[in-house]
């Protein structure tokens, strides 16, 4: 069964960075396309980067050229390298798997972890 640990968020200045880091655990996470989204107070959750099993990555309008994406498979871990950071990336950050066998993501959220940037 599928398991998500988000880690790495934290208070941070603006136009500071933060690492984020989610360990996955009863998968193959080869066989997975992996996510992170977001969440603010008052707003619907995300997407705001993405990489293919294969290492493609995609990224919100919002993120691209301050935010990467990557994986190490041999760790089972997808990271979100955020840098410049700025107060509208406040949110709780989520990670989440698309099995590229079916297409379908995992129909649950772990805890997340919270990122807050100040002003």
């Known amino acids: 069964q599928l398991q998500l640990v988000e880690s790495g968020g934290g208070l941070v200045q603006a136009g500071g960075s933060l690492r984020l880091s989610c360990a996955a655990s009863?998968?193959?996470?080869?066989?997975?396309?992996m996510d992170w989204y977001r969440q603010a107070p008052g707003k619907q959750r995300e997407l705001v980067a993405g990489?293919?099993?294969?290492?493609?990555?995609d990224y919100a309008d919002s993120v691209k050229g301050r935010f990467t994406i990557s994986r190490d498979n041999a760790k089972n871990t997808v990271y979100l390298q955020m840098n410049s950071l700025k107060p509208e990336d406040t949110a709780v950050y989520y990670c989440?798997?698309?099995?590229?066998?079916?297409?379908?993501?995992?129909?649950?959220w772990g805890q997340g972890t919270q990122v807050t940037v100040s002003s």
């Open positions: 990489i293919t099993s294969g290492g493609s990555t």
């Open positions: 009863g998968i193959i996470f080869s066989m997975y396309a």
């Open positions: 989440n798997a698309n099995s590229v066998v079916t297409g379908k993501r995992f129909p649950y």
